[in-house]
């Protein structure tokens, strides 16, 4: 399985984007999915991950209250919108997908992933 995230821009601090994650191909949609970002010079961290059907959902601490994952498994789709960005969410977002129930919160739960789409805020 292949991911594709998009959605990613240049914006200001506190405005709002919408990532967008899809299967490149034929893939089971109620996979467990993910969001993890890098920073430049910083490892990989946890943002937002959901279970398969969408009833459960966890958040990393630096993001609780401003983002919100969710998904649409009719659209095989997963979102992150993301509200009051600040300049240190500046960051290459990746979307995961894994097998099992989910939902997960360390990388190495899942199997698949996307190429990344970067989300730039200026302050």
């Known amino acids: 399985v292949q991911l594709q995230a998009s959605g990613g821009g240049l914006v200001q601090a506190g405005d709002s984007l919408r990532l967008a994650c899809t299967p490149s191909?034929?893939?089971?949609?109620?996979?467990?999915k993910a969001w993890f970002r890098q920073a430049p010079g910083k490892d990989r961290e946890f943002v937002a991950a959901i279970n398969w059907n969408g009833r459960s959902t966890i958040y990393a601490d630096s993001v609780k209250g401003r983002f919100t994952i969710s998904r649409d498994n009719l659209k095989n789709l997963v979102t992150l919108q993301m509200n009051s960005l600040k300049p240190e969410d500046t960051a290459v977002y990746y979307c995961a997908a894994g097998t099992g129930r989910g939902p997960f919160l360390r990388s190495d739960a899942y199997e698949f992933w996307g190429q990344g789409t970067l989300v730039t805020v200026s302050s």
């Open positions: 191909g034929r893939a089971n949609p109620n996979y467990p």
